[in-house]
């Protein structure tokens, strides 16, 4: 059974920086992709990041492109996200996924989820 557990979720100051951990378990995840989806009060879950387990290759939405990074340590089964000069819209709860197959920014595509952690920007 696949398991997804976030960490590293916080209160934090606009500018700072903070990373986000995603432990998963339950199968070998080569052939997958993870993904990294928020969701802020009163709106929509929205695509943040995505990585190819076993390439590597990344994926991400405009909002975050050149703040966010996301990777992946195959020896530890945990995806990473690491989020740099945050913003106050960039509070919500982070959630990860995963699929098989190549990585999707409809988060409709993802059936196994985390529980999520929170992220807050605030000074």
């Known amino acids: 059974q696949v398991q997804l557990v976030e960490s590293g979720g916080g209160l934090v100051q606009p500018g700072d920086s903070l990373r986000l951990s995603c432990a998963a378990s339950g199968r070998t995840f080569s052939g997958y992709a993870m993904g990294w989806f928020r969701q802020a009060p009163g709106k929509d879950r929205e695509f943040v990041a995505a990585?190819?387990?076993?390439?590597?290759?990344?994926f991400y939405a405009d909002g975050v492109k050149g703040r966010f990074t996301i990777s992946r340590d195959s020896t530890k089964n945990t995806v990473y996200l690491q989020m740099n000069r945050v913003k106050p819209e960039d509070t919500a709860v982070y959630s990860c996924?995963?699929?098989?197959?190549?990585?999707?920014?409809?988060?409709?595509?993802?059936?196994?989820w985390g529980q999520g952690t929170q992220v807050t920007v605030s000074s």
């Open positions: 990585i190819t387990w076993s390439t590597g290759d990344t």
């Open positions: 996924a995963t699929k098989s197959g190549g990585p999707s920014s409809t988060s409709y595509a993802y059936p196994y």
